[in-house]
């Protein structure tokens, strides 16, 4: 029998733009709550794992040094906006190969601003718009639209339903409510995204204490996978300069993974947080998850499952649309939401009866993961 790990304890620094503090100080705002919450102290846990991309060399250990609780392996995880979820992946592994009992992972960022820039995309790749950029996001939508029935309402629509869901969220840095008319009508960036369907990198933490045993929260499964050559408006990115349209992208092969891992599959989940770097981000989750079929996201949401009063609700948090992506907090920061709606402490924007989650990142084209949670 599998070892079972539960949450026991989470903590949040809330999202948003922080001029008078450092990435430490974030990060130690997340780690004092997580631990208060799990009612641990210093020597309560036996090994950190840190998610960051643009924090420097060693950022966990900075964090933990200034708490005065070193000493344990610290591990340094960045895999772009999956480095959290990456980091809890490998804590997961790490109690369940029997080597610890009870280990921290926690992620913090504090983003340049503008567009997101990384050495992992060659110079051509960037130019051609086939980095993490808005003109890729923006060729994405297209074939989107193309593909799935998606149509520019239902793009303005996604920033509606997750901006309405942010009202709610003290922790996400935009808490405002828009009308599907000034969604459309915000700055075009890249046709056919406007501004309000894109969100915005910025700054934030979340940690979380995991626990070896079943109480509680629940982690069901943990699945981390790569990307295959394929598709070059695929989110695996024309990295051996191959087109290939029949290679899962590597959310499929993550989701196949969690699912078989948890027994269960996507009709069982009650509530989701999904990448939603833009609008169209979000309906391409839909089926790459397969919480419908291909070429079916549009009239998916259109049916309104994804709504909070549907039958499964999509980014109650208010996604990163309206938390904004501090990308190694963002992972984690869903896996939190998650833990408490199933612990029916999400307050207004709680989904009732919700006992099953599903979170999912994608990171930097590379890296997809998917965490089930149960309670």
Same mark, same amino acid.
């Not at 000034?182 to 894109?198: A, E, I, R």
């Given at each position: 029998m599998s070892v079972e790990v539960s949450i026991a304890g989470v903590g949040m620094h809330p999202f948003g733009r922080f001029d008078d503090k450092s990435v430490v100080d974030l990060g130690v705002h997340a780690l004092r709550q997580a631990l208060e919450d799990a009612g641990i102290e210093r020597g309560g846990f036996q090994a950190a794992y840190c998610g960051t991309v643009y924090s420097g060399v060693a950022a966990g250990h900075k964090v933990l040094t200034a708490m005065g609780m070193t000493g344990m392996p610290i591990v340094n995880v960045e895999a772009g906006c999956a480095s959290g979820a990456a980091a809890l992946d490998l804590g997961v592994g790490a109690i369940r190969s029997g080597r610890y009992d009870t280990v921290l992972v926690f992620g913090m960022e504090k983003m340049p601003r503008g567009i997101i820039r990384s050495s992992f995309f060659e110079p051509w790749r960037e130019e051609a718009g086939l980095a993490v950029t808005p003109a890729y996001f923006a060729l994405r939508a297209q074939r989107l639209m193309l593909e799935s029935g998606v149509t520019r309402r239902m793009l303005a629509e996604v920033s509606v339903k997750n901006h309405a869901?942010?009202?709610?969220?003290?922790?996400?840095?935009?808490?405002?409510?828009?009308?599907?008319?000034?969604?459309?009508?915000?700055?075009?960036?890249?046709?056919?995204?406007? #501004?309000?369907?894109?969100?915005?990198?910025?700054?934030?933490?979340?940690?979380?204490?995991?626990?070896?045993?079943?109480?509680?929260?629940?982690?069901?499964?943990?699945?981390?996978?790569?990307?295959?050559?394929?598709?070059?408006?695929?989110?695996?990115?024309?990295?051996?300069?191959?087109?290939?349209?029949?290679?899962?992208?590597?959310?499929?092969?993550?989701?196949t993974a969690a699912f078989?891992?948890?027994?269960?599959?996507?009709?069982?989940?009650?509530?989701?947080?999904?990448?939603?770097?833009?609008?169209?981000?979000? #309906?391409?989750?839909?089926?790459? #998850?397969?919480?419908?079929?291909?070429?079916?996201?549009?009239?998916?949401?259109?049916?309104?499952?994804?709504?909070?009063?549907?039958?499964?609700?999509?980014n109650p948090s208010g996604g990163l649309l309206s938390k904004g992506e501090p990308l190694g907090a963002s992972g984690l920061g869903q896996v939190i939401e998650l833990h408490r709606h199933l612990r029916g402490e999400a307050g207004p924007r709680q989904v009732q009866g919700a006992k099953v989650g599903l979170a999912h990142t994608v990171g930097r084209g590379a890296n997809a993961s998917v965490v089930i949670l149960k309670q």
């Open positions: 869901n942010g009202v709610h969220n003290p922790d996400a840095m935009f808490r405002k409510q828009f009308t599907v008319e000034q969604v459309l009508d915000s700055k075009m960036v890249c046709d056919p995204l406007t #501004l309000f369907m894109l969100c915005s990198p910025n700054e934030g933490a979340a940690a979380i204490v995991l626990r070896r045993g079943a109480s509680g929260t629940t982690i069901a499964a943990s699945a981390l996978r790569s990307h295959l050559p394929g598709s070059v408006l695929g989110e695996h990115t024309p990295l051996a300069g191959l087109i290939d349209d029949t290679a899962p992208p590597p959310t499929t092969l993550a989701a078989e891992e948890a027994g269960i599959g996507p009709e069982d989940i009650h509530v989701c947080e999904v990448q939603d770097t833009d609008s169209a981000r979000e #309906l391409n989750s839909y089926e790459e #998850l397969g919480l419908c079929g291909a070429g079916e996201a549009g009239a998916f949401f259109a049916s309104g499952h994804t709504q909070m009063t549907g039958r499964l609700p999509v």
